[in-house]
Structure formats: structure tokens, C-alpha cells
């Protein structure tokens, strides 16, 4: 079964920046997808970013475009959401999710929270004003 472990969720000013993670273990096919979503209180999950393990395309929010940053060096082992310039709407719980990739013709890498079978439990971001 495919894990997620997100760290780095933190209280942080706003301005400030933030780096989370997510340990990824047990994906034994080469192309899938990570995604950071997150939900704020009383607020549907949304989708901050995501990226494909085989070429390193990336999409984002356009709330978070130019502010964070999806990276990783091997995405089988963990991938990294650097956030900067955060503000109080940042406010959330954020968690990363992965889907191994089984047919072509859909956007890639998915932005959808339905898109995704395997999700981590969260890590709390807290920015204040």
C-alpha cells in the first residue's frame, strides 16, 4: 500500500515562508503524480499543486502561482511544497496525495482532490496576520 507522511506544517508570520514534505513509500510503478491539496476551516479541499514523476511537470493554483514551489529529486522518496510570501488565507490543513498513472488523455499531472487514491494525514500551516 502506497504511504504519505507530510511534515513542516508550522506557525509562521505572514511574509514568511515554509517548507513542507511529504515521505512517499511503496509506489512501485515509475509514472504517477503527487499533489499538495489543503482545506481550511469550513472550506472544500483545493488543489495547491501537483507534479509527474516522469517528466517534472508541474501545475499550481493560480492563488499560489509565484509563491510556492513543487520540487522533488526523486519523487518515489519525497517531494517538497516550498511556500513563501504566505498569507492568513494560507491558513490550512495540507496534505499530499499520490495516483499511479494508468491510461493517457487527461491532463497530467491531475489538479482534482477525486483524481487521487492515496492521501497522507495532513500537516497543519497556521499563518498569522
Known amino acids: 500500500e502506497v504511504e504519505l507522511v507530510e511534515s513542516g506544517g508550522a506557525l509562521v508570520q505572514a511574509g514568511g515562508s515554509l517548507r513542507l514534505s511529504c515521505a512517499v513509500a511503496?509506489?512501485?510503478?515509475?509514472?504517477?503524480?503527487i499533489g499538495w491539496f489543503r482545506q481550511a476551516p469550513g472550506k472544500a479541499r483545493e488543489g495547491v499543486a501537483s507534479?509527474?514523476?516522469?517528466?517534472?511537470?508541474?501545475y499550481y493554483a493560480e492563488s499560489v502561482k509565484d509563491r510556492f514551489t513543487i520540487s522533488s529529486v526523486n519523487p518515489k522518496n519525497t517531494v517538497w511544497l516550498q511556500m513563501n510570501d504566505l498569507k492568513p488565507e494560507d491558513t490550512a490543513v495540507y496534505y499530499c496525495?499520490?495516483?499511479?498513472?494508468?491510461?493517457?488523455?487527461?491532463?497530467?499531472?491531475?489538479?482534482?482532490?477525486?483524481?487521487?487514491?492515496?492521501w497522507g494525514k495532513g500537516t497543519l500551516v497556521t499563518v498569522s496576520s
Open positions: 496525495a499520490a495516483v499511479l498513472r494508468l491510461g493517457y488523455g487527461v491532463s497530467w499531472p491531475p489538479s482534482l482532490d477525486w483524481q487521487y487514491d492515496y
Open positions: 511503496n509506489i512501485l510503478v515509475d509514472d504517477f503524480a
Open positions: 507534479i509527474s514523476s516522469v517528466d517534472g511537470v508541474t
